[in-house]
């Protein structure tokens, strides 16, 4: 099972990063979802898994760690904030700019 | 204290000067002349001590930790620089107040001179050298000003920046050369660093740091092959190239050199790269004198010249060559200062100062003609001036000193004197001599008074000196020879030195020969300007600007605004990083029994694999592209639940639904495909750098998993103490609500923040006219079926209520079952979101009752209140307490302070989602959505027909 | 205990809070609102950090858990020093973008600035790894929103890229704190500091990744070369009140290495020795670099302004970089510096571009309205960013310069050699924007005086001169805060670490 949730992490990193390297906002967006899927499974694997151990006080006897549950929980909210903010701006670039490029000329800015 | 004060005093007259530029020119002048007067008479007052061989110091504390210390000294070298600072800038700030036109902002010129000489006083004033390096750094900057002062001319620019970088950059090398002295020394006070001459010259940092410090000392000093920047300097107002550039400034470079003489010198080294750089400045900048028309251009190199023969005579080593050195830099600020004077007024009475256009001014300016006469004689060193004394003086050191051959020093320290004759004679001669002409540009005569008088001064001192040089300089030449060398100095001063002396006839032939090279001029000048010349300003020009080419074009290709590139750089870099650190440490496998592989896992594992290899493929495709990301989005969720996380499961699922929620209404407006652009090398370069970053989070996560922890985890404790500690059965509700409760505080604030972000740029993008253009344009694209089936619609309604049941039991069981105040926020939203889907977002707005700002705003103040409530019972921030309460229909449940503070979470998430949404709402009807008088309609452009 | 250590947090989030919850549509309220409250951070700043020099390191248990099981805030003299400066600069800007009416030009503007400076004061404090994960988090979304404040094309597309770029950050950050946590199943910082010590050599390869993740993450947020290309954009298409705001967020990168630096990964400890060291000093070096030659290079006044805060970060990390007490003391010196000149430095760059037409050097425009006091005080700006007397730069840069004695000709040459690049590209730029103007003899621009804006930026200004007539003191008060940090045993006790029975 680990090895199939390594590999999992590992692809889902490697689509974030493919993704992230395009040139148009909205594949970075997608991009930026992946690794923070990856990072949310690889902190949750970090703890190590287990199957029917849920955390809760009287449901069993044997308990996974649920640090690593609650460190995830925090981190998707803040990826879930942060994906919203970066969507609209992508939004705006766009509706500002007409086209949906990422990467800026800057030389030829004159701010 | 006195020291202290006196280096104060100019800057005091520096802001004097900048307030008096309300109350006119006049005023500011006076304030200039008034401080100068006053540093001046505190150092005369100061005199008779220092005179009797004794130092005046004033040491103050600043940093005794770097060695850094305001300690000021003054001894007879210091007495004689601060005697011409002062002095000559008393006549020179006289002169300036009749000089500068009325157009120009005097006050503004008074300051920056007075900042000037506040630093240049600094500087021979300081007893540490780190002191010492401030101040010098302060007169770079200074002059950078001053000779800028005619903001409108280009070369004064372009002059003002060559004299900042060669200076200050001189400057810097200097820091570290004293840096360096400071350390062998093992202090960076002079009073000190003096008596080390044995440490330092024993070190093996003798070298560096003595060509540091003189790399400082002959930029400063323009000497050779630094000397270019001086002569443009000279688009400065004539009293800034009387004052600065040829009088104080310029020999600040010799007052180190001079300071610290007897540490220094003495070695062959200093010998040798000293001497030389002297001589062959001396000579060099003679020859080129001699050939220019420019008044002040001629006595610039002239200063240069002069400036080596000093430099020349310190590097001689020898007690009496530095006396000799001692003795020409007053000669020299007289008479040079005199004649740079002069040179303004002539250049304000003719309206030139070209040689070639003057001649005859003799009969038109007799005061002037006469003050000349006596400063250009004592230039080219006719007795009995005082210029005739320090050159004889010199001649006599030269002859002795062996430079390759015994004759060669004397040889060309007589050519040097040579050229000097020639074109001070040359000064006179084509300015005043010769017949009245016709053709000035403007009719000269004499100036008043106000002008005329410190050239005459100065003139007078020549005469004086050189008259009677035992009363009026030895005294001052032999305290300051003192100082220099470190022994007592007592010499006397002769006019007359005797036939046998080889000065006498060395300068004879200078003299002759001079006159001769002058009859010759005509003819010289024809070979001069016929001989090709390295002009040093074009090659400096090109340096500098081809370094600022480079830079531009370095900065804007590293840095030309390509995120991608950027992105795969630190994808790259991170890579790098943590394969070189995991290999060069010691990594044992783990030995955990992994789980095993069943089917009801397997199966969705493949999905997944197969979703975000679709997604890589597929991608451009952006609504396929979301959907996929959806997917795999749901199956975690299920991994999650299946590996022992029911609150992730949940939390993953709702965040899911929102998300890829707000992604399509987004997508709305975006285009729905993404071009094909990079090539496929490009692509095939991506592929690899993703395919190494999955390859490197694998096997991290595969080491990780595999192994037990080194330490117990702190969870243990967690779940522990979660049902007696923090009165909830759900360990990871309880960390999150209460054991860690911070971080969550944290966290609903990013929510919030975010929702506040949406809205302002919502409204950015609002008031943005090509923004609403391009939404309109947008909107004309694609028109759905039906906007809002009725079907939804209707379900919608009837779910509301229910979802609203279910958001707040999930609220109230999270403490004891999966759950929680983010989860139930969350599943309240999507209600909501529903209503917005089914019914448009108008209709749904026009129903909302409280304005999402309220709902963040309270949700952040009820986390926060539950947070501070603690402190009240004298807790620390956010620590709960908890009771049962039974609430009839629900079984019963603790109350928590905690469950408070999920409130907070919960208003927060909804807030902050909900305003989110409306956010976009808002871009939508921009866009021109219609809003619905009722909740159910058809989509009305297919009522025409659908276009 | 104190319950003062949490105001820096709680007081900038109530007054959040009540921004967004009352009057939003009134400015007066808001600017009232947001003056008071960071006047009274700015109060609090200060008493936290004379509590701090009293007494040593002191913990605040959040919810009353004990360490490491709760979140623990750590006051210590770093801590404390790094809010006053938050606090001060926080308190000029503000003043600031109130007479410059920057706060006009978009919503929500006081609201996200006192979300910002929550951010950064919990970050500074806090004792826990996770938690700075999680504070980051709160600075960096609301720097978002204040970078994009006010809209506009450029802004967006730059801010886009800016968002992006530190969302690769944080996952990094998330990557590290897993690895961590995994090896030593625990996040408070004093107890990670205590288990590393006795760290089983099997895992040696494992901390030495999660270390060096660590470290890059800080480097991103103090944009070391080659992490450093998200800052130019960012910087120059930012309003120039927030980019001035945002010369202490690079800052946080700088202190979070030299925390971790020092206290969990010192350079005692065997498992990874000198690698902060050996990674920053390289970096470092050319971080200086390319920060220089931007500045001479740069086409625009603001980018000009935002290739100097990176060679400013260049020289924070040399510095930090050699890891021994005096060069750490250099670099706080150097830290609170290069904030203040920084900060000033976007200021007047921002006065000269409200001013100007465009901020391209190469155009010869009008002169500016108040281009007299404008040029004086673009010349002090420059002085102090270029680290030359009178200005508290040169002291910083002296003692840098000496803390560096060994490997003197590396580190020497180059910090000379930067700084001579500076000079001459500052000078450059000087003479292009207030003596080229008057080629032209064209009218000035009018425009309004904007008196409290001049005012944020002299009192700038004011503060540099008062470090550095006071620095004799505030190396002294810095030479016990960096020897405090090379002893990290009271940083430890003072968490009480909970021991089983």
């Not at chain 2, 950078?144 to 280009?154: E, V």
């Not at chain 3, 002085?383 to 590396?410: E, V, Y």
């Not at chain 3, 080229?436 to 700038?460: M, Y």
């Amino acid at each position: 099972m680990e090895v199939l949730i390594a590999l999992a992490i590992g692809l889902l990193t490697a689509t974030g990063i493919y993704l992230l390297l395009r040139q148009r906002t909205f594949a970075v967006i997608l991009g930026l979802s992946f690794i923070s899927y990856a990072v949310n499974v690889f902190i949750f694997a970090a703890g190590r898994v287990q199957t029917k151990a849920i955390p809760i006080i009287g449901t069993g006897d044997v308990f996974t760690d649920p640090l690593p549950q609650a460190l995830v929980l925090t981190a998707i909210v803040i990826s879930f904030g942060m994906t919203a903010v970066i969507v609209i701006m992508a939004l705006g670039a766009y509706l500002e700019s007409g086209h949906d490029r990422v990467d800026m000329v800057e030389h030829e800015d004159d701010r | 204290m006195t020291l202290a004060l006196i280096a104060a005093v100019p800057f005091l007259g520096a802001v004097l000067a900048s307030l008096a530029i309300r109350f006119g020119r006049g005023a500011s002048a006076m304030a200039a002349g008034f401080a100068t007067a006053l540093a001046l008479g505190l150092v005369v007052w100061q005199a008779p001590v220092v005179l009797q061989g004794q130092m005046v110091v004033t040491p103050i504390d600043w940093m005794p930790a770097l060695g850094l210390n305001a300690n000021f000294m003054l001894d007879g070298l210091g007495l004689l620089f601060a005697g011409l600072i002062l002095g000559i800038g008393l006549l020179i700030v006289l002169y300036a107040h009749f000089y500068l036109a009325a157009e120009y902002p005097a006050g503004q010129f008074f300051t920056y001179l007075m900042l000037f000489q506040g630093a240049m006083l600094g500087i021979v004033l300081s007893d540490n050298i780190l002191l010492l390096l401030i101040f010098w750094e302060l007169t770079s900057l200074s002059s950078f000003l001053l000779i800028g002062f005619w903001k409108h001319l280009p070369e004064g620019r372009q002059g003002a920046r060559m004299a900042l970088a060669v200076t200050s950059g001189g400057g810097l090398a200097m820091i570290a050369g004293m840096l360096i002295l400071g350390q062998i020394a093992g202090s960076y006070d002079l009073s000190v660093i003096l008596t080390q001459k044995e440490a330092i010259q024993a070190s093996d940092w003798y070298l560096p740091a003595l060509i540091l410090i003189l790399l400082g000392a002959f930029t400063k000093s323009a000497q050779f092959p630094f000397h270019f920047w001086l002569p443009h300097a000279m688009a400065a107002p004539t009293p800034v190239s009387a004052y600065l550039h040829s009088a104080t400034m310029v020999k600040a470079g010799l007052f180190v050199i001079a300071r610290l003489w007897p540490v220094l010198a003495g070695t062959p080294e200093w010998f040798w790269i000293v001497a030389t750089t002297g001589m062959v400045t001396m000579v060099m900048a003679a020859k080129i004198a001699l050939f220019k028309d420019d008044l002040k251009a001629l006595l610039a190199f002239s200063t240069v010249s002069h400036l080596g023969l000093i430099t020349m005579l310190l590097g001689f080593g020898t007690k009496a060559a530095a006396t000799v050195a001692v003795f020409h830099i007053i000669n020299h600020a007289t008479f040079k200062a005199a004649l740079f004077l002069l040179a303004g007024i002539i250049d304000h009475a003719a309206h030139t100062r070209d040689l070639r256009r003057l001649g005859g001014l003799r009969t038109l300016m007799p005061i002037t003609f006469a003050i000349t006469t006596l400063a250009s004689l004592s230039m080219a060193g006719i007795p009995p001036l005082n210029g005739f004394l320090s050159k004889e003086m010199m001649l006599e050191e030269a002859a002795q000193a062996v430079w390759l051959t015994p004759w060669a020093m004397g040889l060309l320290a007589t050519l040097g004197a040579l050229f000097s004759v020639a074109y001070s004679f040359r000064f006179l001669a084509h300015g005043f001599l010769g017949p009245v002409r016709h053709d000035y540009p403007h009719t000269p005569h004499d100036p008043s008074v106000g002008l005329w008088f410190a050239p005459g001064l100065l003139a007078g001192l020549v005469v004086a000196i050189g008259l009677f040089p035992m009363l009026t300089a030895s005294w001052l030449v032999n305290a300051a020879a003192s100082a220099v060398t470190g022994t007592p100095v007592q010499k006397t001063i002769h006019l007359w030195h005797g036939l046998e002396a080889p000065a006498l006839w060395m300068s004879l032939a200078a003299v002759g020969a001079g006159l001769a090279l002058l009859g010759l001029y005509p003819r010289l000048r024809a070979i001069w300007d016929a001989a090709p010349r390295p002009e040093a300003k074009t090659i400096f020009d090109a340096a500098i600007g081809g370094l600022a080419r480079v830079a531009r074009g370095v900065t804007g290709w590293l840095h030309d605004g390509a995120l991608t590139r950027a992105a795969a750089i630190a994808t790259l870099t991170i890579l790098a990083a943590g394969t070189a650190t995991f290999v060069t440490g010691t990594h044992l496998a783990g030995t955990r029994t992994m789980l095993p592989v069943e089917a009801v896992a397997a199966i969705p594992w493949a999905v997944l694999m197969l979703a975000a290899f679709a997604t890589i493929l597929m991608h451009r495709n952006r609504l396929v592209a979301l959907i996929l990301t959806g997917i795999v989005g749901l199956i975690l969720s299920a991994g999650f639940a299946y590996l022992s996380a029911p609150d992730l499961a949940i939390t993953q699922l709702a965040v899911e639904v929102v998300t890829v929620l707000l992604m399509l209404i987004a997508l709305n407006f975006l285009p729905k495909e993404t071009p094909v652009e990079s090539t496929s090398w490009r692509r095939l370069r991506d592929l690899g750098i993703a395919g190494l970053a999955g390859a490197g989070a694998t096997a991290l996560a595969f080491a990780l998993m595999t192994r037990e922890a080194a330490f117990d985890p702190i969870s243990a404790f967690h779940l522990a103490q979660s049902k007696p500690g923090a009165g909830g059965t759900n360990a990871v509700n309880t960390i999150i609500v209460d054991f860690r409760g911070y971080d969550t505080f944290g966290e609903i604030i990013v929510l919030g923040i975010a929702a506040l972000i949406i809205f302002a740029l919502t409204e950015a993008i609002l008031r943005s006219p090509t923004a609403l253009a391009a939404l309109a344009r947008g909107r004309r694209r694609d028109v759905a079926g039906d906007r809002h089936p009725m079907m939804l619609a209707v379900a919608t309604r009837f779910l509301l209520p229910l979802a609203l049941m279910a958001g707040i039991y999930l609220y109230l069981r999270g403490h004891n079952l999966p759950g929680g105040g983010f989860v139930a926020g969350l599943v309240v939203a999507i209600a909501l979101l529903m209503q917005y889907i089914a019914s448009g977002f108008a209709w749904s707005q026009a129903r909302q009752r409280v304005d999402h700002h309220t709902v963040i705003g309270a949700g952040v103040l009820v986390a926060w209140a539950a947070g501070v409530g603690a402190l009240v019972f004298g807790l620390p921030f956010l620590t709960s307490g908890y009771d049962y309460v039974s609430l009839w229909p629900l079984e019963t449940f603790e109350l928590t302070t905690a469950s408070i503070f999920d409130l907070g979470v919960f208003l927060c998430v909804l807030g902050a989602v909900m305003l989110s949404l409306a956010s976009l709402s808002r871009l939508a009807r921009a866009g021109g959505e219609p809003v619905n008088p009722t909740a159910f309609d058809i989509d009305p452009s297919r009522a025409e027909g659908g276009r | 205990m104190s319950h003062w250590i949490i105001a820096p947090v709680a007081l900038p989030a109530l007054m959040a809070a009540i921004l967004v919850l009352v009057l939003r549509g009134n400015l007066g309220f808001q600017r009232a609102i947001s003056l008071a409250g960071t006047l009274g951070l700015a109060v609090i700043a200060a008493m936290l950090i004379l509590a701090a020099s009293g007494s040593g390191p002191e913990v605040y248990f959040l919810g009353d858990w004990p360490a490491p099981f709760g979140i623990v805030l750590v006051l210590d003299r770093l801590s404390a020093l790094m809010v006053l400066l938050t606090a001060v600069l926080a308190l000029v800007v503000l003043v600031y973008a109130i007479g410059a009416d920057w706060d006009k030009m978009g919503r929500h503007f006081h609201a996200i600035y006192q979300f910002q400076l929550m951010g950064i004061c919990g970050a500074f404090l806090t004792g826990d790894a996770f938690n700075l994960f999680v504070f980051f988090e709160v600075l960096l979304i609301a720097s978002y929103g204040l970078m994009l404040h006010g809209g506009g094309r450029d802004r967006m597309r730059a801010g886009f890229q800016y968002v992006a770029f530190n969302l690769i950050g944080s996952t990094l950050f998330l990557f590290a704190l897993a690895t961590i946590y995994s090896v030593t199943g625990t996040l408070n910082m004093a107890d990670l500091a205590v288990k590393l010590q006795t760290l089983p050599p099997g895992d040696v390869a494992l901390i030495r990744v999660a270390a060096v993740l660590l470290l890059l993450v800080f480097a991103i947020k103090g944009a070391l070369v080659p992490l450093h290309f998200w800052l130019p954009g960012a910087y120059a298409h930012a309003p120039g009140v927030v980019a001035a705001l945002f010369a202490v967020m690079t800052k946080i990168g700088a202190y979070a290495a030299l925390r971790f630096g020092t206290l969990v990964f010192p350079p005692g400890l065997e498992a990874t020795a000198t690698l902060y060291r050996d990674v920053l000093l390289p970096a470092a070096l050319v971080t200086l670099v390319v920060g220089a030659v931007g500045v001479l290079g740069a086409v625009t006044l603001p980018r000009l302004a935002a290739f100097a805060a990176i060679a400013s970060m260049g020289m924070v990390f040399v510095g930090i970089s050699a890891f021994t007490p005096a060069a750490t003391s250099a670099a706080l010196y150097y830290i609170v510096h290069s904030t203040l000149a920084g900060a000033a430095l976007f200021l007047v760059s921002d006065l000269a571009m409200r001013r100007r037409a465009h901020g391209r050097l190469d155009a010869v425009l009008p002169p500016m309205a108040q281009g007299g006091l404008l040029a004086a005080l673009f010349l002090v700006a420059a002085i102090a960013s270029a680290g030359m007397p009178p200005l508290s730069g040169f002291i910083g840069k002296l003692l840098i310069l000496s803390a560096w004695r060994d490997a003197a000709w590396l580190v020497w040459s180059f910090i000379l050699a930067a700084t001579f690049v500076m000079l001459v590209g500052l000078a450059r730029a000087g003479s292009q924007l207030f003596w080229k103007a008057h080629d032209g003899q064209a009218r000035a621009t009018s425009h309004p005086p904007e008196p409290w804006a001049f005012t944020a930026v002299i009192t700038l200004i004011g503060l540099m001169a008062g470090i550095a007539v006071l620095a004799g003191p505030i190396t002294a008060w810095l030479d016990v805060t960096a020897a405090g940090l090379y002893d990290p045993s009271t940083y430890i006790e003072a968490n009480r670490l909970y021991q089983e029975p």
